[in-house]
């Protein structure tokens, strides 16, 4: 098992950046993969960014170049950098990290941490 804690969100103007951190409760290196997914209201929760433990990255379109998803190994936390920040970025931005031993996949999720973008 793994818990994570979410932190970061805020409320921020149109154009801003904030950065989002995600600390993982057990070595990120025991982690297969881990993401950014994120829920607005009346909305359902869509991948926003996603990390191998290769290093591999991948991002939704609706913020490639602007988002940023990157891991500290040494302080087994999880960041997503966001930059030119639009109104529609505004939702709880929850962390997930999947862990895979044997046959079996596991799935953890953080709290989640609310950002707020206004125009």
């Known amino acids: 098992q793994v818990q994570l804690v979410e932190s970061g969100g805020g409320l921020v103007q149109a154009g801003g950046s904030l950065r989002l951190s995600c600390a993982a409760s057990?070595?990120?290196?025991?982690?297969?993969?881990m993401a950014w997914y994120r829920q607005a209201p009346g909305k359902q929760r869509e991948l926003v960014a996603t990390?191998?433990?290769?290093?591999?990255?991948n991002y939704a379109d609706s913020v490639k170049d602007r988002f940023t998803i990157s891991i500290d190994n040494t302080k087994n936390t999880l960041y997503l950098r966001m930059n030119s920040l639009k109104p529609e970025d505004t939702a709880v931005y929850y962390c997930?990290?999947?862990?895979?031993?044997?046959?079996?996949?596991?799935?953890?999720w953080g709290q989640g941490t609310q950002v707020t973008v206004s125009s």
């Open positions: 997930n990290a999947v862990i895979v031993a044997g046959a079996d996949l596991a799935a953890y």
């Open positions: 057990r070595s990120i290196f025991s982690i297969n993969a």
């Open positions: 990390i191998t433990s290769g290093g591999r990255t």
